[in-house]
Nanobody
Framework: QVQLVESGGGLVQAGGSLRLSCAASRSIFSISVMGWYRQSPGKQRELVATMSSGGDTNYADPVKGRFTVSRDNRKNTVYLQMNSLKPEYTAIYYC?????????WGQGTQVTVSS
């Protein structure tokens, strides 16, 4: 089991930046993939970015070049640096930790981008 707690969301103007953090309750060293998803009202949850334990990253096309995912295994924390934010990025952002047979979610943090 691992509990995930997101932080760093908030209200920001279009073009601004935010940095989300996801703190895990235990070591993430052995967790295969950690990442971020988001869900806007009326839409399904969608991939934003992930990072494997080996450092491989995967980004959704709309955020490529704008967002950067990173993980600090010493701090058991995953980050999402979001730059050049757009109003359509407004959503609840969720942290996810995935291993061979398990997947864990945080409760999410709201990101609102005003135009």
């Amino acid at each position: 089991q691992v509990q995930l707690v997101e932080s760093g969301g908030g209200l920001v103007q279009a073009g601004g930046s935010l940095r989300l953090s996801c703190a895990a309750s235990r070591s993430i060293f052995s967790i295969s993939v950690m990442g971020w998803y988001r869900q806007s009202p009326g839409k399904q949850r969608e991939l934003v970015a992930t990072m494997s334990s080996g450092g491989d990253t995967n980004y959704a096309d709309p955020v490529k070049g704008r967002f950067t995912v990173s993980r600090d295994n010493r701090k058991n924390t995953v980050y999402l640096q979001m730059n050049s934010l757009k109003p359509e990025y407004t959503a609840i952002y969720y942290c996810n930790a995935r291993s061979m047979a398990s997947s864990y979610w945080g409760q999410g943090t709201q990101v609102t981008v005003s135009s």
